[in-house]
Structures are given as structure tokens and as C-alpha cells.
Nanobody
């Protein structure tokens, strides 16, 4: 299984972005999906996560501007962010925590390859 991200690019200040992350291949269950970002010279940080039941958590800095959703097939996670600023420039990575088989021990964390979002000043 691998994750394929799409939707990055250049976004003007005040604009919005929509990122999608699709997983190829089937799994037994999904624990959660989410998005993280890493700005140049900084550590990777949480943007938002969501569980199959729809429980969503976003970082304090994104509250009110971030919407995360998971499709019914539990293969794709989508992130929408509004009111972007130059400080939101980063590589955005999606994450899916999955269980391959019913009797697998533990969950596996899958990461996407990252998609760059640039908000010019």
C-alpha cells in the first residue's frame, strides 16, 4: 500500500488549499488519518487528524480554518485550509494508521511522500 497526495502548489495569501491523500490497496481497518506539515528548518507538526467515526482534531493554530474529512471507503483523507499566510508554507504530509489483516499485531503508520504548499509574502 502507498499513499498518493495531490493538491499542493502556490497559494496566494488569504487563499485556500485542498489536499487529498489516497491509499492504494485494501486493508482490514483504519485507525486514523491525518495531515502534518514541515516548514524548512522546523520539525514536522500536526495539522489535523480524523478517525473513521469522524472525530477530528486540529492544531490550535488551525482551529476555524482547517477541515479534515475521510471518505466512506476509508481510503482517502482530504484537508481544506482557508486564510493561508506565508507562515503556512511547508511540505504537507498525509498519514494513515492502518491494520493490514484482522489478526495483525498492531497498527502500521503509512506516510505520503509530501506535497509542497507555498504561500508567497
Amino acid at each position: 500500500e502507498r499513499l498518493v497526495e495531490s493538491g499542493g502548489g502556490i497559494v496566494q495569501p488569504g487563499g485556500s488549499l485542498r489536499l487529498s491523500c489516497a491509499r492504494s490497496g485494501s486493508v482490514f481497518s483504519v485507525k486514523r488519518m491525518g495531515w502534518y506539515r514541515q516548514a524548512q528548518g522546523k520539525e514536522r507538526e500536526l495539522v489535523a487528524t480524523i478517525t473513521p467515526r469522524g472525530t477530528a482534531i486540529s492544531a490550535d493554530s488551525g482551529k476555524g480554518r482547517v477541515t479534515i474529512s475521510m471518505d466512506n471507503a476509508k481510503t482517502t483523507v482530504t484537508l481544506q485550509v482557508t486564510h493561508l499566510k506565508p507562515e503556512h508554507t511547508a511540505v504537507y504530509y498525509c498519514l494513515q494508521v492502518i491494520q493490514y489483516y484482522r489478526f495483525s499485531t498492531g497498527y502500521v503508520v503509512l506516510w505520503g511522500q509530501g506535497t509542497t504548499v507555498a504561500v508567497p509574502s
